[in-house]
């Protein structure tokens, strides 16, 4: 099954560790990178870079189980069970050393990913999601995870509470049909089911601070400068204590990869392009 929805990604689905998984492909070339979806879109919200990204590098892009299209397993909700998975997502793209490109709820799952699986990835791309803890959260978010349960939310139309978290795009003019990608997505109750991601960060970003020192993978940072939801100082807290990092702080909100998309794929493609073999544990010695 594919879909089209006038962007330059073709979107299908595929089994993987029984559950249908919406992706998206380039163009074969001799690198390889999974891009992860954030939240609350889809992998759609690469479609503004998606083609400077092809130009490098084969993508391989996937909306996360219980996110955007893909098919929800409870015990998937949470960075480091994500992480788990994100290796069986390479292995059954056959991708033995990839980039891996986790903005939003992908940079917890990148890093434990990353942390468990020692040398298994060549390099990530993360921020823009929560890292630091004690908890540095705003606005609905904050409130979101901080929520003493999920009963008030089960009432409420999630396609409104989607479209206010979009609010948060300051600059890229979000097509119709992406933005219905985005709203459509998280019907029903899987806004509400998506939520347990989030609510996991008290547990599991503690686990993720003491492992962040022995991550050798080289981690690019990008975050927004004003960020009205994950503030940058989660950003600064990874880039402390990640041995081989590089943090960039660009004048954008929390959408980076949308409001400031040109800048958010020169960073990407740099670092793709030999960044990250700088930023490595070899460069270090």
Same mark, same amino acid.
């Given at each position: ?6 962007? =330059?990604?073709?979107?299908?689905? !595929?089994?993987?560790? $029984?559950?249908?998984?919406? &992706? ?23 479609? @503004?870079?998606?083609? *400077? ?31 788990? &998975?994100?290796? *069986? ?32 990835? /060549? ?14 959260? !705003? ?8 929520? @003493?349960?999920?009963?008030?939310? /089960? ?8 479209? $206010? ?5 300051? *600059? ?18 899987? &806004?509400?089911?998506?939520?347990r991601y989030v609510r996991a960060y008290p547990t599991d970003l503690p686990?993720? !601070?003491?492992?962040? @020192?022995?991550?050798?993978? @080289? ?6 400068? *004003?960020? =009205? #939801? #994950? ?11 990640? =041995? ?10 929390? &959408? ?8 958010y794929a020169a960073l990407v493609t740099s670092w793709w392009g030999g960044g990250y073999a700088t930023t490595? =544990?070899?460069?270090? /010695?």
């Amino acid at each position: 099954m594919s879909t089209w929805l006038n962007t =330059p990604i073709r979107m299908q689905f !595929r089994v993987i560790d $029984g559950l249908s998984i919406r &992706f998206a492909e380039s163009e074969a070339r001799d690198d390889h990178a999974l891009l992860l979806s954030p939240w609350p879109e889809s992998l759609l919200a690469f479609a @503004p870079t998606w083609s *400077r990204l092809a130009q490098h590098t084969h993508l391989g892009a996937i909306d996360l189980p219980g996110f955007g299209r893909s098919q929800r397993r409870d015990a998937l909700l949470s960075p480091r069970a994500m992480g788990e &998975f994100l290796i *069986r997502v390479a292995d059954a793209f056959g991708l033995e050393n990839p980039h891996v490109v986790g903005p939003d709820v992908g940079t917890g799952a990148a890093l434990f990913a990353a942390a468990l699986y020692p040398g298994r990835l /060549r390099s990530l791309v993360v921020g823009s999601g929560g890292a630091a803890y004690p908890l540095q959260l !705003r606005w609905v978010l904050k409130d979101w995870v901080e929520a @003493p349960d999920l009963e008030g939310y /089960r009432s409420a139309d999630p396609r409104e509470i989607v479209a $206010g978290a979009l609010t948060a795009i300051e *600059r890229y003019a979000l097509p119709d049909a992406v933005r219905e990608d985005y709203l459509s997505s998280y019907e029903g109750d899987r &806004f509400v089911e998506s939520m347990r991601y989030v609510r996991a960060y008290p547990t599991d970003l503690p686990a993720l !601070r003491d492992l962040l @020192p022995e991550i050798q993978t @080289p981690v690019q940072v990008i975050a927004g400068a *004003r960020d =009205p #939801v #994950v503030p940058p100082v989660n950003a600064e807290f990874l880039h402390q204590r990640l =041995p081989h990092s590089k943090l960039d702080i660009i004048d954008a909100g929390h &959408f980076t990869w949308e409001d400031a998309a040109d800048e958010y794929a020169a960073l990407v493609t740099s670092w793709w392009g030999g960044g990250y073999a700088t930023t490595g =544990p070899t460069a270090a /010695r």
